[in-house]
């Protein structure tokens, strides 16, 4: 089962930012936090991962708590084509692990214009 | 931009029938993986496969499923006799390490069993 619990749906305005908040209380020291996200029935698509510091790409942010147990990820700018159901998952990250993902429900989260 | 790529998009078949489902991973990677959702449901973990054998598979994945890599690009899901049950999106995925870093995932292939 999914280690991680998610609201299960959020809106936001088009071109403000998304801030989606995952609990993961129960994580690891060597558990990775990653986001992916699903578009309408797509293949999933991954966005961004971290362990405890702010990670920043192009596509969003990732904050996590000094305690690991929470993190949120943020799109700076949210637009429609980011409407999706976005999935936190915690993950072991190291040669020994198996790699397979392990998807809760997520967060449906709709940007309105 | 590389690319997973899968084959068909949708496939519609008779219960009892066998049916493949065909993926093409991005090149270098290693690591290959099958994931099915379920209409409304969440993804589920089917199987993952490297250095042409399976390293792990869920209880969802029993003896009516297999998988193979009959050449260097292709990855290939077998359901020997659908079910009216195994009707989902079926999504293969590839990465470079078993470990760190992103899975890539194709656009999938509907499976609807009759």
Do not use: W
């Given at each position: 089962d999914a280690k991680t619990t998610q609201p299960t749906s959020m809106d936001c305005a088009e071109g403000r930012a998304a801030n989606l908040p995952c609990n993961h209380s129960t994580i690891s020291g060597n558990e990775y936090v990653y986001w992916y996200r699903q578009i309408h029935s797509q293949g999933p698509q991954?966005?961004?991962h971290g362990l405890k510091n702010n990670e920043t790409n192009e596509m969003a942010s990732?904050?996590?708590?000094?305690d690991r147990k929470s993190s949120t990820l943020i799109l700076p700018h949210a637009t429609l084509r980011d409407t999706a159901v976005y999935y936190c998952i915690v993950?072991?990250?190291?040669?020994?692990s198996q790699g397979n993902l392990i998807f809760?429900?997520?967060?449906?989260?709709?940007?309105?214009? | 931009e590389p690319e997973v790529t899968q084959t068909p998009?949708?496939?519609?078949?008779?219960?009892?029938?066998?049916?493949?489902?065909?993926?093409?991973?991005?090149?270098?990677?290693?690591?290959?993986?099958w994931y099915r959702q379920i209409l409304g449901q969440k993804v589920e973990?089917?199987?993952s496969f490297y250095n042409n054998e399976i390293s792990e598979?869920?209880?969802?994945?029993?003896?009516?499923?297999?998988?193979?890599?009959?050449d260097g690009s292709n990855f290939t899901l077998k359901i020997r006799s659908t079910k009216l049950e195994d009707s989902a999106m079926y999504?293969?995925?590839?990465s470079l390490s078993r470990g760190l870093g992103e899975q890539f995932f194709g656009p999938g292939t509907r499976l609807t069993v009759l």
């Open positions: 991954y966005i961004i990732l904050i996590i708590t000094e993950r072991v990250d190291y040669g020994g809760g429900k997520g967060t449906k989260l709709s940007v309105k214009p | 998009s949708h496939q519609v078949t008779q219960m009892g029938q066998e049916v493949i489902l065909r993926c093409v991973p991005i090149s270098n990677h290693l690591y290959f993986y973990f089917l199987v598979k869920s209880e969802i994945f029993d003896d009516q499923f297999s998988v193979e890599r009959p999504f293969c995925a590839s």
